[in-house]
């Protein structure tokens, strides 16, 4: 857990400024499609958090495309995993969180066939983690949905279920609130590894250290 309120908001809103500028060029038509905005997110988070220094605090990140067998023919599975590993003198902790991408504008419903998709998405990785999310992309924002929120919903538009922006959801991941520790990778090899269980195609990596 970092306590410092200081360091929880300066290192959300970094993240909070690259999810803008990728939801900026998606209203420029320059992203079209779910994956390019996934992989667009995670490089302008992990360019923005690399070596970035703040009251004591280090961080360090990476992204990891996985490559395995039939990595691009895999139908479900977590878009992108998040694994966050703090080791300050206070407090040491390494966990994660599992993320499934989805595009969709606030008025829009998800027509029958692709919400039974997306609800058993959310199943299966829930199945691995009950911190397991859909990450809302839209022309207004990027929102943050609780998978476990979209198995038991009665609507098919995101947009009416509870959601923490991107910054909120940070804050709380950087403060312990999510977060699980099966979720861990203390080596490279590792995280590989845990692309290959969850069948993810992409991994982030944040790592907070003390200066």
């Not at 919903?153 to 940070?170: G, M, P, Q, V, W």
């Not at 069948?199 to 907070?208: I, P, Q």
């Amino acid at each position: 857990m970092i306590k410092s309120l200081h360091v929880i908001r300066a290192s959300a809103k970094r993240i909070e400024k690259a999810a803008q500028r990728v939801v900026r060029s998606y209203q420029a038509g320059v992203i079209e499609h779910e994956p390019t905005f996934t992989d667009r997110l995670l490089g302008g988070i992990e360019e923005a958090m690399d070596e970035f220094s703040v009251k004591g605090v280090r961080w360090r990140s990476k992204t990891l495309t996985y490559q395995g067998p039939h990595a691009q023919e895999t139908r479900y599975g977590a878009d992108f995993i998040g694994v966050l590993d703090v080791n300050l003198p206070e407090y040491s902790v390494v966990k994660g969180f599992l993320a499934q991408a989805k595009r969709v504008e606030r008025d829009q419903f998800i027509n029958r066939r692709d919400w039974e998709d997306l609800k058993e998405q959310c199943e299966k990785m829930l199945a691995l983690s009950p911190d397991s999310f859909i990450f809302v992309y839209s022309k207004e924002a990027i929102s943050v949905v609780p998978a476990v929120s979209v198995v038991g919903a009665h609507t098919r538009n995101l947009h009416d279920l509870s959601a923490r922006s991107i910054t909120r959801f940070y804050e709380e991941h950087f403060q312990c609130f999510i977060g699980d520790r099966r979720i861990s990778a203390p080596s490279i090899e590792t995280l590989y590894k845990l692309q290959a269980q969850f069948e993810s195609r992409k991994l982030l990596y944040l790592e907070a250290r003390g200066e």
